[in-house]
């Protein structure tokens, strides 16, 4: 081939509609983004669909990338002495395609939580919270082998042969991955069987605290210090577990001392005074209700206060607890009743040694 063909009106005008083509698709891309899904998003935005704006907000940057690939393509066919049948070239355009739409469904996966919370609202599913960041994971990972067999099988590559490969070095990786195979095996437990959930109070041996995140791996618990405690799934599932979250109602328990000096008939008065009082607070479970002269303490006579809250919750149960000892203290003052302070008597037993002198010894 002369040069003088080479740079010939014909080859010089389809190099032109090449590059025209291709600069005109980049000219729709930057358009495309600009206009066209900004003011799709603002659209759907205002009509209130927001799962409609996260498909498009997950698929915009494969969608520009696809009018590139696009670009590419159509110009392919006017470029000369490139053959755009070539089967590298083919496979490539379709390796790009599979490619860009794994990347647009990956992305809308990271939304997923909002379509499960979706459809446990409108179809009554009932998945429960600790199962999304799973089922998100899950789908993921789903997506990446889809897209990776797509465009491996473009190239003739035997998926199977890979699959059997792995399965062959499975017990190496199994020994070589021992503890994160425990954890992800502890983390389906802990979701089969929902000892907690996410956002649920837990005491364990080891730590105790308000669980954030569940992941294959490990359980994140943030302490009432604030802390953020990582537990392997593996070591939490084999723990005994108090879940707080979990409580019908809240016990209460305490004893109060009045003065040995307070008469039967007052006593009397303060134990049904402070029964009736439980009796008629919203806040208390009417069940178990129990207010009874205990015993003859050290330093008075202990009356015994035993209830239930209806509520679970730390704060509010800390509230209806502070109401009742308000209305105890009330109750001691309107019938002149003194709570008994501990004290100690001290006595003095004065003698004389042998020599005249004063010996004093103390005695409790």
């Known amino acids: 081939m002369s040069w003088k063909l080479f740079f010939s009106y014909e080859f010089m005008n389809d190099v032109g509609i090449s590059v025209g083509i291709f600069v005109l698709f980049l000219l729709f891309r930057k358009l495309f983004a600009k206009y066209v899904i900004a003011l799709i ?13 996260h498909i498009f907000s997950s698929f915009e940057k494969p969608i520009q990338w696809l009018f590139i690939l696009l670009g590419i393509y159509i110009s392919a066919w006017y470029f000369p002495y490139f053959n755009h049948s070539n089967v590298l070239f083919v496979k490539l355009v379709k390796s790009a395609i599979i490619f860009l739409v794994g990347w647009g469904l990956f992305n809308l996966s990271s939304s997923s939580k909002f379509l499960f919370t979706k459809l446990n609202k409108r179809f009554n599913f009932e998945i429960d919270e600790i199962l999304i960041p799973f089922l998100s994971k899950v789908l993921r990972f789903i997506i990446v082998v889809v897209a990776f067999s797509g465009i491996a099988e473009q190239f003739n590559y035997n998926v199977v042969g890979l699959v059997g490969g792995l399965g062959l070095g499975g ?25 907690f959930t996410i956002g649920d109070w837990i005491l364990t041996p080891t730590v105790e605290g308000t669980v954030e995140t569940i992941t294959f791996r490990s359980t994140r618990i943030r302490t009432f210090a604030q802390a953020l405690v990582t537990v392997p799934n593996a070591k939490l599932a084999n723990e005994a577990i108090t879940n707080w979250s979990k409580m019908g109602k809240r016990r209460f328990v305490s004893t109060i001392s009045v003065t040995y000096e307070t008469p039967k008939e007052k006593l009397e008065g303060v134990i049904k005074k402070i029964e009736d009082m439980l009796k008629t607070h919203s806040g208390i479970h009417q069940d178990t209700i129990v207010t009874k002269f205990d015993k003859y303490g050290v330093d008075g006579l202990d009356i015994y206060i035993y209830f239930f809250t209806e ?27 003194s709570l008994a302070i501990p004290n100690r008597k001290l006595y003095v037993d004065s003698k004389s040694d042998v020599n005249g002198k004063v010996r004093c010894e103390f005695l409790k």
Do not use: Q
């Open 171 to 195: 017990l190496a990786i199994a020994l070589a991955a021992k503890d994160a195979v425990g954890n992800l095996f502890g983390g389906v437990i802990i979701i089969t069987e929902k000892p």
């Open 41 to 53: 998003l603002k659209w759907l935005r205002k009509e209130n669909h927001p799962f409609f704006s």
């Open 311 to 337: 509520t679970t919750a730390w704060l509010e149960f800390l509230k209806i607890k502070e109401e009742i000892n308000y209305n105890i203290m009330d109750i001691l003052t309107n019938e002149g009743v």
